[in-house]
């Protein structure tokens, strides 16, 4: 039950910070209770899937479907855009979590185990979750932030070649799960190479989303 409680909270909360850095890097409104709801609904799925099941690969593609169909359909963001903020914000939330990672583990409290808690699961979720959100309000109070998401959900868009590379560029964003569990598991001495995937991805995301913001020609 404690374990459950534990499991509930800290992926509500991961799952809310990662809405949250996503809607703060696009100047995007925030809705708390959307935000809440989502990562309720979100929290829901992955405990059925991940615990009581143990299908952990199919969790993290569902999460990613959940994640851009709550921005699309909740918060308004036409599909296309949807899969380009969900990857710039995944990468980013996963490039501090990897790092993170790499501190507790080498620190070796990422294997301790209370008689009921995973200490080190829990301890790394905690540090990732307050530094995104942090990172997010950093954004926010520097008014921060790309603004080229169209208002219109239903819209038409006109695509140039940007949109298109930041598009590509979210597939990275999906397979990078897989390889994270992968090398976590399987490979965990290399674990360092992961931040720095992270890293390339998520600057070709600035890059091009930066250049889309100040309208130059690509």
């Not at 790394?124 to 979750?129: K, S």
């Not at 309000?137 to 590379?165: A, E, H």
Request: glycine content about 4%; proline content about 2%.
């Amino acid at each position: 039950m404690v374990n459950f409680i534990f499991y509930v909270f800290f992926s509500v909360l991961d799952t809310a910070s990662l809405f949250y850095i996503a809607l703060k890097l696009f100047k995007i409104d925030l809705y708390l209770k959307e935000i809440i709801f989502a990562s309720l609904i979100m929290t829901f799925f992955s405990y059925v899937i991940r615990v009581e099941h143990s299908y952990a690969f199919l969790d993290v593609f569902l999460q990613y479907v959940l994640f851009v169909c709550f921005l699309w359909m909740l918060f308004r963001i036409h599909i296309f855009y949807a899969i380009i903020v969900a990857g710039t914000a995944l990468q980013a939330f996963m490039f501090i979590q990897s790092l993170i990672y790499i501190v507790i583990n080498i620190t070796g409290i990422y294997q301790l185990n209370f008689p009921i808690v995973s200490t080190g699961i829990f301890l790394m979720q905690l540090i990732t979750d307050s530094v995104v959100i942090f990172i997010g309000y950093y954004i926010r109070k520097k008014r921060k932030g790309f603004d080229f998401i169209p208002d219109k959900p239903d819209g038409k868009i006109i695509l140039s070649k940007r949109d298109i590379v930041l598009f590509i560029l979210s597939v990275p964003s999906f397979l990078a799960f897989y390889l994270n569990i992968y090398f976590t598991r399987y490979l965990n001495q290399y674990s360092f190479l992961i931040p720095l995937f992270y890293a390339t991805v998520l600057i070709g995301y600035l890059y091009f989303s930066t250049k889309k913001d100040r309208g130059d020609i690509f």
